[in-house]
């Protein structure tokens, strides 16, 4: 029999709905397999480096099943969310990441949830690969690890025997295509009718906050950023942009682009796709007149920019987030 293992990262604080969250939804795949008289496909285990770890300030505490070391090989390693500082649950689990390394390079698969991607991410296994994270932790992420393709608007990657997965409780979807992979499409429809929840979600789009990334030291952009951010309801040209800070545009996208992760064109839709949303959100204006505050005078390149960043049309947006809202 195979095993599937749940890691238990030392260090208080991490996400314990994600460990638990998984184990209840793959062990009642493992039930549901073995009572259509089905031999059972894997064993089911918590493992960590030290016996217990607490959470929430010692109000729970997990008892792994065994050590990693007792686990000489596993068929998929499934990563939990971590605590808020990415740095110090890096530097904690030493051990669990190169357990890790070693157990792919041996033919596991890994699955990362939310910020769990941080212990995969600092392994090396994603260098030059996709992933995904919480939308929240993305800058942090992409100035940690630059050379990760980060893909925050996808909510699932799968490359090369990695998966990822975007923020919180988004890793029921990740955990249910876990089973469709492992058991079958049958498996995984009965475990999202018993656990309502949706099936083949893909995007974490439309849960996206934009922020602009301001971590970093390029002065000149970070001054672009905030005259992108001052000019919501003016049109920019990006090459009057880039003269108005005396760079040549080529240079300045590239500089852009390796400070915030955007072009600058880019950078503006999102800064106004952003008030846009807001503005879907909290007030009965019609999709016009969002757009034109914007600074988009056509519908149809409103909705595709739109649809670009959130994944879904203006007019299901204002419907999902507004319940006052008149069309």
Known sequence: MQHITIAVPDGSGNNLSSIVGAYKILTRANEYWK???KRELYKIEVAGV?????YYEGLFSVKPHTNISAIQETALIIIPSLNHDYVKAVKNNGVLIEWI???????????T???????????????GKSCSTHWAAANHFRAMFPKVNLQTDQLITDEAGIYT???????????LYLVEKYYDRKTAIFCSKVFQIEMDRNSQSPFIIFSGQKMHEDEVVKKAQ???ESKLHEKISMEHLSSKFAVGRRNFDRRFIKA?????LEYSQRVKIEAAKKAFETSRKTINEVMYEVSYSDVKAFREVFRKF???SPLEYRKKYNKGETV
């Open 35 to 37: 009572s259509s008289g």
């Open 50 to 54: 030290s016996k217990t770890v607490d």
């Open 101 to 111: 390394r070693e157990q792919y390079k041996q033919g596991a698969e890994v699955a």
């Open 113 to 127: 949830i939310c910020t769990g991607a941080y212990l995969l991410a600092a392994s090396g296994l994603l260098d």
């Open 165 to 175: 997965n975007g923020g919180a409780y988004s890793f029921l979807n990740l955990i």
């Open 226 to 228: 905030t005259y992108i």
């Open 260 to 264: 915030t992760g955007n072009t600058p």
């Open 310 to 312: 959130t994944g879904i």
